[in-house]
């Protein structure tokens, strides 16, 4: 089978990356028409290098993100469309963001994008089966439309480590990483941090994004000096990171999209054998059992966070079984192999 990945997606990106080296991975010709271009010019490099092809493959994927190319792919396309929608840009921009109102152009463009994509195309790709509900309701798309592909993690860079932590290394560390919008809820590690402060756990944070500022002005209010605050990482340069951490941390804001997904972070401790606390929402629970794969807390307490932080300190043997129960899960259900086999059967049956 031959696959014509097409769009203005970030091919490093790892919801991309994870899905184009699943496929290949699972025998499918993967080839990559994709531009990076500003303003009108992607639009023009993507018909060029898509006319070159001279419809020479089987199906197509428009890779994330790509609502804004999807008429163009059903302009220029005889074969079937498979969209990884990923997310909803409205629910991103309006409802999670706030970076406008609800009613305002905007927010009616952001919504007409979703639901001109979804119509585009002959299947639509989401993470989890809650943001599949969400599409349902809020852009009035048929169920038989949609399929459920897991985020997962690429192996070449998040796996366990060789050697343990040694013995010397006393300090208790707590990792997250991500952007710092609301939908990660990072107020509520720094809540978390502030009722640990007496104790020997230090908490690292890592990443970038619209809320940075305000985060950094919180933790010099509350004078928290376990909290380191840096810069993003290279996702090839993450993992020393990951191993050097105790627990990894999810997401836990309040936000409707905390409800919905399951962020890389999640995939990426469970690949690397990592005992890990993220929300109980919805979309947790579709493949996650609290006390078994990881801890969930309710989203938006930081003392509810605090506690299972101090627990799995105090617990070890705890913390052990259940990095290792997350990782069983993430071989079984969400490595990039099997989710790439997931989406070649899904394409294979738009082969004609």
């Not at 070159?52 to 469309?81: E, F, S, T, W």
């Not at 810069?231 to 191993?243: C, E, G, K, Q, T």
């Not at 409707?256 to 005992?275: D, R, S």
């Not at 801890?295 to 105090?314: D, M, Q, T």
Request: include cysteine; proline fraction near 3%; charged fraction near 25%.
């Amino acid at each position: 089978m031959k696959v014509c990945y097409f769009g203005i997606y970030d091919s490093n990106y790892p919801r991309n990356r994870i899905l184009i080296d699943g496929l290949r991975e699972n025998g499918a010709e993967v080839i990559e028409c994709n531009s990076r271009a500003s303003g009108l010019k992607k639009f023009f490099e993507l018909y060029k290098k898509h006319r070159a092809l001279q419809g020479n493959y089987d199906v197509m994927v428009v890779g994330y993100m790509g609502h804004l190319v999807v008429p163009l792919a059903r302009l220029i396309c005889r074969k079937r469309i498979v969209f990884d929608a990923f997310l909803s840009m409205y629910d991103s921009m309006v409802s999670d963001r706030g970076v406008c109102s609800p009613h305002s152009i905007r927010a009616r463009y952001y919504y007409f994008l979703d639901w001109l994509s979804c119509r585009l195309a002959d299947r639509v790709l989401l993470d989890t089966q809650t943001h599949i509900e969400y599409f349902i309701k809020k852009f009035n798309v048929r169920r038989e439309k949609f399929s459920r592909i897991l985020i997962g993690a690429h192996d070449a860079f998040f796996y366990p480590e060789q050697n343990k932590k040694a013995e010397h290394e006393k300090s208790f560390r707590v990792l997250w990483w991500g952007w710092m919008i609301p939908l990660h809820g990072v107020d509520y590690i720094l809540e978390a941090a502030d009722i640990l402060k007496n104790e020997e756990i230090n908490f690292i944070l890592i990443g970038r994004g619209a809320e940075r500022k305000r985060v950094e002005s919180l933790k010099n209010n509350k004078k928290l000096e376990n909290v380191t605050i840096q810069d993003n990482v290279s996702v090839n340069n993450l993992l020393p990171f990951i191993h050097r951490a105790d627990i990894c941390l999810g997401i836990f804001g309040v936000t409707n999209k905390t409800q919905m997904v399951i962020p890389n972070k999640v995939y990426e401790a469970f690949a690397a054998k990592k005992a890990l606390i993220t929300a109980d929402t919805r979309a947790s629970r579709e493949i996650l059992k609290d006390g078994v794969h990881c801890l969930l807390v309710r989203p938006g307490s930081g003392r509810e966070l605090a506690e299972k932080i101090l627990y799995l300190k105090n617990n070890p043997k705890k913390m052990e079984t259940i990095a290792e129960a997350g990782y069983n899960l993430y071989k079984e259900k969400c490595s990039q192999h099997i989710l790439g086999k997931e989406l070649f059967i899904i394409l294979e049956s738009y082969v004609t």
